[in-house]
């Protein structure tokens, strides 16, 4: 099958020209998270999120035709009453099954023969697609731009059901045969997905802060409950507006620049022909990790979910990727010497001036760079 035109025609970035270079993508935002330690999940969360997104429409950027923002996301918990409560199709209890926002192609032939592409490689990973589901919008107050580069929205819903003796999949198991579905996608078929998991779900766009809300009624039903929220205002600063490089990532925000992004691709394409993992199974048909044309977050957001999926804590592979500046402490704790020691040898820093918010739907946390070089409050 032919590659989608979802990328190259929907992302309003130019050919590299001149001094521009699509691969120096890079932005200064605004990002916030909310959480709750109640037990439960809530509306209220993500109504707090999201008027905190708001809020941060000094740290998000606006086209010429006032209508078309950087872009603007928000990262929930599966919402699992409400999904329950829209589709049409019956679902398997929460953790068992995986829901993924697609960005689509407008072109209904198109579409159909991406979601076919997807539906095959679904298959060919021993995964069941219950259905898709459109995702309601609301494009009235969208900019020109936007518009004309707006792709169409769709959500996949998957499982891995049980099978003679071999039980159903649920948690981060099933967030690891999704995320081979999802990277031979790309892959494959230059299919783009929001995120694609059974323990996360984002909403982002070429958006403002104020659009976010009103463009995805979703985000206004009160059943759309969680326990955590992440938002994200993009500022691409010396950049261009794209649906895809919208934030939230699939477990990132970022605000800043990863000054060292270009060794570090240029580390990990090093290492592919080497990587081996017996959670991922083969992982050929999953690389590059790094999408070429990505912009640094994209690229810090595919080596993150690489880690943890692989069998490392969120913490553990936040420490490896940003660790603090060590070397000439002489407080330290010599076990976290040792820690960032014998990690050093495996990864080296992504450093540059950079505020990150990320999450695996169960843990979220933030972290500033090793020098303290974006601001942050609690």
């Known amino acids: 099958m032919a590659a989608s035109p979802l990328i190259g025609d929907r992302s309003s970035l ?3 020209q001149g001094m521009y270079n699509p691969a120096f993508e890079k932005d200064a935002c605004g990002l916030a998270m909310v959480a709750t330690l109640r037990g439960t999940p809530g509306h209220d969360i993500v109504d707090l999120a999201l008027t905190a ?3 941060l429409e000094h740290r998000g950027a606006i086209g010429s035709d006032a209508g078309t923002g950087d872009g603007a996301g928000i990262l ?3 919402p699992d009453a409400f999904l329950r409560a829209v589709v049409e199709f019956d679902l398997p209890p929460v953790g068992e099954y995986a829901v993924g926002m697609a960005f689509l192609p407008l072109d209904d032939d198109e579409r159909i023969a991406l979601k076919n592409g997807v539906e095959k ?3 060919s990973e021993n995964l069941v697609v219950l259905g898709w589901r459109e995702v309601p919008t609301d494009e009235s107050n969208l900019g020109k731009l936007a518009h004309a580069a707006r792709p169409a929205f769709e959500q996949l819903f998957v499982s891995r059901p049980a099978s003679g003796s071999a039980p159903a999949l ?3 198991e099933l967030d690891r045969r999704v995320y081979r579905l999802r990277k031979r996608a790309r892959r494959e078929l230059d299919a783009y997905f929001v995120s694609l998991s059974c323990r996360t779900l984002g909403y982002k766009g070429m958006v403002t802060t104020l659009q976010l809300e009103p463009f995805y009624p979703d985000l206004q039903d009160e059943r759309f409950a969680s326990e955590l929220a992440v938002v994200h205002s993009r500022y691409s600063t010396k950049t261009f507006p794209s649906w895809p490089l919208a934030q939230p990532l699939r477990m990132l925000a970022h605000n800043g620049e990863i000054n060292t992004v270009n060794g570090n691709r240029n580390w990990m394409r090093a290492r592919q022909s080497q990587l081996e993992s017996q959670l991922l ?3 050929k048909p999953l690389l590059p990790i790094c999408t070429p044309g990505s912009s640094d977050s994209a690229s810090f957001d595919e080596v993150l979910e690489l880690l943890t999926l692989t069998g490392r804590s969120l913490p553990h592979a936040i420490m ?3 660790p603090e500046a060590y070397e000439k402490q002489p407080d330290i704790d010599p076990k976290l010497r040792a ?3 014998y990690h050093s040898m495996q990864m080296e820093p992504w450093d540059g001036p950079a505020a990150l918010i990320f999450t695996d739907g169960t843990l979220v946390g933030a972290t500033l760079d090793r020098n303290g070089l974006r601001p942050g409050r609690w």
């Open 320 to 322: 490896m990727m940003v």
């Open 170 to 172: 649920s948690g981060i």
């Open 121 to 123: 490689i679904a298959a």
């Open 53 to 55: 997104l708001r809020n």
């Open 339 to 341: 820690f960032y020691e």
């Open 281 to 283: 199974g083969d992982v």
């Open 14 to 16: 130019p050919a590299k």
């Open 76 to 78: 929930t918990q599966i």
